[in-house]
């Protein structure tokens, strides 16, 4: 039986939650999360697919992947205001791909 636990989420400010928004990391490859970033540079892609910030050739399993990572993250909550819940909760989330709907609860 699953179990769900309430937290208070760390989420974008709605003054930047549009630029902070961003596709699913899977469904774009490297080159498109290129493309992305730079027209939008709050874009979460940026800890999501952080190879963006490192060389071409560099491998996106790299253990330096994953450091660029973390470090995107601490810039992204410097650079966009950000907001922690005051009480735990769950949280609900709707994903729509073209005519396809998922919806889901976090916690």
Request: glycine residues 2%.
């Amino acid at each position: 039986m699953s179990q769900l636990f309430p937290f208070r989420a760390l989420r974008p400010a709605p003054s930047v939650a549009s630029r902070v928004a961003s596709v699913p990391y899977d469904v774009v490859n490297t080159d498109e999360a290129r493309a992305l970033v730079a027209k939008e540079p709050l874009s979460f892609l940026r800890v999501t697919r952080s190879e963006v910030d490192l060389p071409a050739e560099t491998n996106p399993y790299a253990d330096a992947v994953y450091a660029q990572a973390v470090k995107n993250f601490e810039d992204l909550k410097r650079a966009a205001p950000m907001v922690v819940d005051d009480e735990p909760s769950l949280y609900f989330y709707r994903l729509t791909m073209g005519s396809h709907v998922q919806i889901g609860l976090a916690g």
